[in-house]
């Protein structure tokens, strides 16, 4: 650590700490690229443990290798290796990243600075990123809504790239992945070019999957036994297809990175669990790779900037970002109201939303230099949804938020440091009406009366919000040598309720449930404590990570226990606050022994209660245990693992319990030189003895649709370089 | 110094630890059992009777309501828009009635309160019932039965 500090205060350094971007000077922030200039300078600091001395919240790092060797062609199933994350499914490619037992708005996924804005509400679609494409991920886990302001409650996921070589070369990357439970074929290609200032990457990606396979002849949906023919589950193929270019030019003390990426999935849905039961459109159609309606599809086109500069004492960045995010929804033209005739164009779009993002994010740091330093921040952004389609589920609306910040840390010497922060954020959020003329007539028809039909007919109010919160945080970093490092954290966040939160009233389409907004609700706001305590000595490696957290106002949906008019629901769910707490720890041991092994053993339990009701809230995740061991020897690298998932007894009110099940993976990397290229293969098995299970948090859950059975996989990975002058 | 990380420590530990009391809250959904009509019924349009309406339900705790909901599954693929005659002189059958039975266990229904009136259209339907317990505890299930005018065998009680 002396030696990291005093090489850090030579001025050969400080040079490179100007010349490069993102330096870690505030206790908070990860910046990676800086930090890793850094390593290839301090061989005895890694990277993690680098961000971990520079946070007082502890930070989980996946690196390339990890995210190789642990490849899924999903980057939240990836995650799902890290204790305290989790991936909420969607048949077998796409997956939302939960942490801690929070997931949808109330964790953040940020790539190059700016927060990815997707339809995170929703449950039945993934994240949309290119898992080929992904660098380096850091994790942390618990509240960060005074670095990235609403919605980062729970934690955030932080994608930022892999620092460009030191030295002028063309390179690039050409990986293929193939799976047998889903008959994926997926493939990527990279090319980059590294030429004195510049630097620049090309990647193209494509990945096409089937119907997937089940170990399972049956299905139960809405209370009736289906059939699974041929044991793949109908329609439940897709398609990805990914483009991004990244860029980043440095000249003395100027930086400056231009990122554009595209990101397409089209998934179909299993067929069984859209609409009501019915046996005949379960039949196996011989073609396990058509997706067939209903379908959703997704684009996100993400655009991001960085400007940097670096002064004499400190150094300031902007980053602005612009996205679209174009969800649709496929579904025959179908309604429950006689008077509504299909669309003449594009008659079986049931649902588009298509959300614009302007992001401005402007930070200003002093350098760490001496005793105290500083960062302060100003976040803008702007949102705006608009909504097409047949059907209906989630209105228009515009939001606005800004929030400043600013941040300190004081280290009196190199063992002890304190750091704080204090952020205030406006929020506006203005959602229009949606009135619903057919079923306005089918009520008529019925003959309810006029107050009955001024409540129902209303699919979305018209609500017009502002909100003020407050967020912060204080920690201690206290790393008395260079075995132990104890951590401990006390943070307040907040999220704004959105729009389906506080408009939304009627049956969700895949829910089946009268969900009813509260115009009246307040922002979600929680104080979370959270401890860290990390040991590395000799080869052994602990970290012990446990948090309790109190929310005064959670929202979820409440059963009332009024019986909803409309045909196709029972009891109207409306969104409520709650008092809630939280409290869990995720474990991580590892060692290595007799030169060549390494154990590796990973847990982690969250524990929820609804204190209003005395009752677990809704997509708990159960507690599970990974034990890992790996083999390493030379070009080769191999590991078996057994993953124990408890069963989930604790659940809220009509949630169904899962039981818990054993899991056997195993994998092995080899490393062939082959003519001055060092191809990298990986084969891999998951669930190995085709175990029938279920994930509690997937969206075929409650249909009792197991998760996939048995899978090979095979990832060739053939990277390239050349110098250049 | 020491001593101080060492208390917060135990005091996060002791939130991990107080909150694992037992879940006494009822989370058990009531039980659902459809007597009459069965699956695949075939229901008399215009018996002025009412279909003969048979339901024995029970909770763990408190049963609260229950709910029965007919409309029309004309295609038998989902919920399409029946391609309507406008001559037509029938209308789809749309039903949509509670009925609540509180402080009770298990009860016992049996009643010919749904009247299909003779204008009616004949064709596949969906028959939901929904029951609720005081907590808020919802089950359902779903049926397929058909009107017709020529009649299914509705006993006389």
Known sequence: MEKFVTVICTGYIRIMLISVFAIPVNAQVTDSVKIITLDEVVVSSSYKKTNNLNSAQHIDVVDETFLREYFTGNLTQTLEYIPGVHSMDIGSGFSKPMIRGMGFNRISVTENGIKQEGQQWGADHGLEMDAFGVGRVSIRKGPASLLYGSDAMGGTIEITQIPSPSENRFFGESALLGKSVNGTLGGSLMLGLKKNAWYMKLRFSEQYFSDYRVPTDTVVYLTQRLPIEGGRLKNTAGFERDLSWYSDYRKGPYYTSFAVSNAYQKVGFFTGAHGIPDASRLKNDENSRNIELPYSTVNHLKITSRQQYAWDKFFGYWDIGFQNNLREEWSRFHTHYGTQEPPAYNADKELEFSLNTFSSSVKMKTFRFERWEHTAGWDLQYQQNHIAGYSFLLPEYNRFTTGLLWLSTYRPNQKFSVSGGIRYDYGRLDISAFRDVYLENYLIEQGYDSNMIESYQWRSYSVDRKFGDFSGSLGIVWNPDNIHLVKVNIGRSFRLPGANELASNGVHHGTFRHEQGDASLDSEQGWQLDASYIYEHKGIHLTVTPFGSWFNNYIYLKPTGEWSILPHAGQIYRYTGAKVIFAGAEVEFDIDFFRCFNYRLAGEYVYNLNLDENIPLPFSPPASIRNTLTWKYKYVRAHTEWQNIASQNRVSRNEDVTPGANLWNIGATVNIPVGGIDVEITLSAQNLLDTKYYNHLSFYRKVEIPEPGRNFQLLIIVPFKSKIK | ?157
Request: net charge negative.
């Open chain 2, 1 to 157: 110094m020491k001593l101080y990380l060492v208390c917060l420590m135990a005091i996060s530990f002791v939130i991990f630890s107080s909150c694992d009391r037992d879940n006494d809250s009822d989370t058990t959904k009531p039980v659902i059992n459809l007597i009459e009509p069965e699956e695949g019924a075939t229901l008399k349009i215009g018996d002025e009777h009412g279909i003969h309406f048979e339901l024995e339900l029970s909770d763990n705790m408190i049963l609260k309501s229950y709910k029965a909901d007919i409309h029309p599954n004309f295609d038998g693929h989902g919920h399409s828009a029946p391609l309507k005659s406008t001559s037509s002189e029938t209308v789809d059958f749309h039903f949509n009635k509670s009925w609540d039975v509180p402080g009770q266990k298990n009860v016992n229904i049996h009643h010919h309160e749904i009247v299909i009136p003779a204008n009616a259209t004949p064709g596949n339907y969906h028959l939901m019932i929904y029951c609720t317990d005081a907590a808020g505890n919802e089950s359902y299930l779903a049926r397929n039965i058909i009107l017709s005018t020529e009649g299914g065998e509705e006993h006389e009680h």
